[in-house]
């Protein structure tokens, strides 16, 4: 078991081993520390999609109420699509309706898209209340639900409205990835090669010679310490944070421009190829580098083409929050393990586009 301390506005652990699940309870008191007795008057409201619901969801429950909290679950239908305002406003008025008070709290019990609804939630029920991260999701283990980044879809851009929200206490239990299609698992090793290729060769080298399936909690562990380093000193995304966008710039146009049918871990490894290829072709990294990042996108079978005209990505491109209007930040792999934030023109996004192999 792993625990890994993060200091932010709210200072808080993240929990990485086996079997926390049927210890939840335990555990969230511990995190909330409270007094014995204090969580009988502690509602807890399960926030899960309709795939994980029934897969924990009562596991979840038991947890919790063994240790006196009283439970209720908001249930929603899985996908990108549902992290919408109509859902968000569905919860606000469950909670409402069930006289949930501020002491009260969220326990999110999902992936990336339950993580980043319920804690938007919870950021804004009634100006803030606790909330508990159990990502089920590989991506969420090592990304989503460290961080504090909360936030819902709008039709015409993605995550464009949220707060950053700092969780109580974040519960990976590795047990729950091994119900994880395939799919699913290769959109987390998405998000962990873009760990490597920002920080760590050796461990770049790590993820070809074992799969992460093999080396669950060593990779979570890396990935959570090395999204520590960021958020610990840059909370609210306005400097070095932004390097953790690798990929996304890009591969939040190919969501968007999908209408969310493309998953966020495969349209992230879209956007790391692209902007390899592009910088190769600039001269900025070698074409070994992008050989390099190509191979590891295949060896954990990512996509790597975007289908996607230039034209369309690029008005998906106008409204991501990294773009300033004239200028974008895009972050841009020198080598592996060497990463550069660089300010480009937003007109000149097609270029960069073209480069990385997308036709026009």
């Not at 079997?19 to 502690?42: F, H, P, V, W």
Request: proline letters at 3%; glycine letters at 10%; aromatic letters at 8%.
């Amino acid at each position: 078991m792993e625990k890994i301390p993060v200091y932010a506005s709210t200072d808080y652990e993240v929990i990485i081993g086996n079997g926390l699940i049927d210890e939840a309870g335990n555990y969230i008191a511990a995190a909330l520390k409270l007094e014995q007795g204090t969580e009988k008057k502690i509602t807890a409201v399960i926030v899960s999609d309709d795939n994980v619901f029934p897969l924990y969801g009562e596991r979840v429950k038991k947890a919790l109420n063994e240790q006196g909290f009283k439970t209720l679950e908001f249930v929603f239908t899985h996908g990108e699509r549902s992290k919408s305002l109509e859902t968000y406003g569905k919860l606000l008025e469950f909670m409402c309706e069930s006289h949930v008070k501020r002491s009260d709290m969220i326990v999110a019990l999902g992936g990336g898209v339950v993580g980043d609804l319920a804690g938007f939630a919870a950021a804004t029920y009634q100006r803030g209340i606790d909330f508990i991260q159990v990502p089920t999701t590989l991506l969420a283990a090592v990304d989503s639900s460290v961080g504090g980044k909360t936030a819902v879809d709008l039709v015409s851009g993605k995550n464009q409205v949220g707060a950053f929200y700092q969780p109580r206490l974040v519960l990976c239990d590795i047990d729950t990835l091994s119900t994880l299609p395939p799919e699913e698992y290769a959109c987390g090793c998405g998000e962990i090669i873009k760990y490597a290729i920002l920080e760590s060769e050796e461990f770049f080298d790590e993820l070809l010679e074992k799969p992460v399936s093999e080396q669950y909690e060593h990779v979570i562990a890396t990935c959570v310490n090395i999204k520590k380093h960021y958020v610990e000193n840059d909370e609210f995304d306005t400097g070095l944070r932004m390097k953790l966008n690798l990929g996304h710039t890009f591969g939040h146009a190919v969501e968007t421009c999908s209408g969310y049918t493309i998953l966020h871990g495969q349209a992230v490894a879209k956007g790391m190829a692209a902007v390899t290829l592009a910088a190769s072709e600039m001269g900025l990294c070698s074409k070994e580098t992008a050989a390099r990042v190509l191979e590891i996108l295949d060896r954990y079978d990512l996509p790597k083409d975007i289908s996607f005209g230039v034209e369309e990505m690029y008005n998906a491109m106008l409204v991501d929050k990294k773009n300033s209007g004239t200028v974008t930040n895009l972050i841009v792999p020198m080598a592996i393990g060497n990463c550069r934030i660089m300010k480009i023109p937003t007109e000149k996004l097609k270029g960069w586009l073209e480069e990385g192999g997308v036709e026009g």
